[in-house]
Nanobody, 115 residues
Framework: QVQLVESGGGLVQAGGSLRLSCAVS????????MGWYRQAPGKQRELVAV???????NYADSVRGRFTISRVNAKNTVYLQMNSLKPEDTAVYYC?????????WGQGTQVTVSS
């Protein structure tokens, strides 16, 4: 059974930093593309960043240069380092792994950025 567990969210002032973690069990993070998504109140869920099995990364324009996605294979964990946070980054952040046979999500972690 595949499980994704996010952690690391919280309340931070604008300009601050947070690091989100996504610990995965039941599958291997390096085997597929892993993604971070976010959903703000009243808005659709949007893609924030992805890392492919080959290690390539891509980012939404709104976070490029501020956020960094990475993974530690030995820990089977994916991270999202978020710097220079803005109030508009406030959202619930979700980790995702699409294995083809199933699309898996974590429970989400709240990030709140105060101005």
């Amino acid at each position: 059974q595949v499980q994704l567990v996010e952690s690391g969210g919280g309340l931070v002032q604008a300009g601050g930093s947070l690091r989100l973690s996504c610990a995965v069990s039941g599958s291997i993070v390096r085997s597929t593309t892993m993604g971070w998504y976010r959903q703000a109140p009243g808005k659709q869920r949007e893609l924030v960043a992805v890392i492919t099995s080959g290690g390539s990364t891509n980012y939404a324009d709104s976070v490029r240069g501020r956020f960094t996605i990475s993974r530690v294979n030995a820990k089977n964990t994916v991270y999202l380092q978020m710097n220079s946070l803005k109030p508009e980054d406030t959202a619930v952040y979700y980790c995702n792994q699409n294995l083809g046979v199933g699309n898996y999500w974590g429970q989400g972690t709240q990030v709140t950025v105060s101005s």
